[in-house]
């Protein structure tokens, strides 16, 4: 029975060390959920006052919280919601999206609270630039955005595809005040003007000898022609159009700072970033595989230049822990079989190691503890422990066994 129940622990741990997540170093950052909120052009005392102070007072009956935290600043507030450390992260995130859709009353019109992404502060698990020599940056951002990005989302246990560098296009409209005077317009008709023409209205459905058409109007803006047409206001039946109070061109939206690749010049890339409680190893293979199958689709010269990848490191880390624990179990195992000198009480001891690793990561993976450096080196450094007792119960054995044998000879005698 004995023998069996290891045989079953040893074969229930070999699979569980084949199925454990695999990461360099452990996930130590707590359990929280973020709500961003932007609201561009305030100043941070607003932000604070209108944004962050509503926020937080509303967020904080929310249950298993252990405390919130809030930062404002030009245009943008961030609140940290830390829940306790048994709380699944899931239950936290659709608790905070219950309170915000009640909070959303006590904020300004147009603003609109999100929640930031499910992954962690060791979820940056690769990094990567587009590598296209003379393509614009503008073009460049066009491409991640709208084509790389959303490949890359769909990949199992990625959060997010996080945007860096280059340009975001948008179109420009530089107004006259002059001429906005001389027509009798102001800067908030012309915004109107310029939203509500952005717009596409649906009609209705009528048949025609026995055809049934249905009528709609495209008005969305697809050029810069589109926005210089636009009828900003009639004077004496004729149109004023946009071009007549101003000017339009594409131009990059306002940045804050540039993406620099070894002093080389601009790049335009992506951070990937691993959802909770997720393999990394396994994440960023299939991020690998995917980004085989996405180049296929992209611009002629362009491609991916991976420029961080944990792989690296867990590979080596895991390496060096696995060298370290096949070495200490055969030093430890011939120390043991020289103290004892005695084969058969050796090979009983020495089963119990690779038994007592394998059934470790049993309870690695109940308990959802990833295969890292700290928990890889902890069962190295047991490994000594592991056979104390082994060899404590052998040398007791041979005690009374050597104690039995001497009152057999005395009853001989």
Request: proline content about 3%; cysteine-free.
């Amino acid at each position: 029975m004995i023998l069996l129940v290891a045989i079953m622990l040893f074969g229930w741990g070999i699979r569980s060390v084949r199925t454990s997540k695999v990461d360099a170093i452990p996930d130590l950052s707590e359990n929280q959920v973020i709500v961003f909120t932007e609201w561009m052009g305030r100043s941070p005392q607003i932000m604070e006052d209108q944004i962050t102070y509503p926020l937080v007072t509303n967020l904080q009956g929310i249950p298993k919280v252990k405390y919130v935290r809030a930062n404002s600043m030009f245009g943008m507030s961030f609140i940290y919601i830390i829940f306790e450390d048994n709380v699944d992260i899931y239950w936290a995130r659709s608790r905070v999206l219950e309170r915000l859709s009640s909070a959303t009353n006590l904020l300004p019109a147009g603003v609109s609270p999100q929640l930031g992404p499910d992954g962690t502060g060791v979820g940056h698990i690769l990094w990567y630039t587009l590598d296209a020599p003379g393509m614009d940056l503008g073009e460049q951002r066009a491409v991640q955005d709208w084509y790389v990005k959303f490949a890359l989302q769909n990949v199992s246990g990625v959060s997010e595809i996080a945007s860096f560098g280059g340009f975001q296009k948008e179109y420009e409209v530089t107004l006259d005040p002059n001429k906005l005077n001389y027509y009798g317009l102001t800067v908030a008709q012309v915004i109107n003007t310029i939203r509500i023409n952005n717009n596409e209205a649906g009609g209705r459905k009528f048949e025609l000898s026995d055809i049934g058409y249905i009528i709609k109007t495209t008005g969305y803006i697809k050029s810069i022609g589109d926005l210089e047409n636009l009828p900003v206001k009639t004077r004496q039946s004729i149109p004023v159009k946009l071009s007549d109070v101003g000017s339009v061109q594409l131009s990059g939206g306002s940045r804050l700072g540039i993406f620099d690749v070894n002093g080389e010049g601009e790049a335009v890339g992506g951070i990937v970033v691993m959802r909770y409680g997720e393999n990394a190893d396994a994440v960023i293979k299939n991020v690998k595989a995917k980004m085989e199958e996405v180049a296929k689709g992209l611009p002629k010269g362009m491609k991916f230049n991976i420029m961080y990848d944990r792989s690296g490191l867990i590979e080596e880390s895991i390496t060096s822990i696995k060298r370290t624990l096949i070495e200490e179990m055969i030093v430890v195992s011939l120390i043991v079989i020289i103290f004892l000198f005695h084969w058969r009480s050796a090979l009983s001891i020495i089963i119990q190691i690779p038994i007592t690793i394998a059934a470790s990561f049993i309870l690695l993976n109940a308990f959802g503890i990833s295969s890292n450096i700290m928990s890889l080196t902890g069962i190295a450094l047991a490994i000594g422990v592991i056979v104390d007792n082994g060899i404590i119960m052998a040398e007791n054995s041979y005690k009374h066994l050597a104690a039995r044998q001497a009152e057999l000879n005395r009853e001989k005698q």
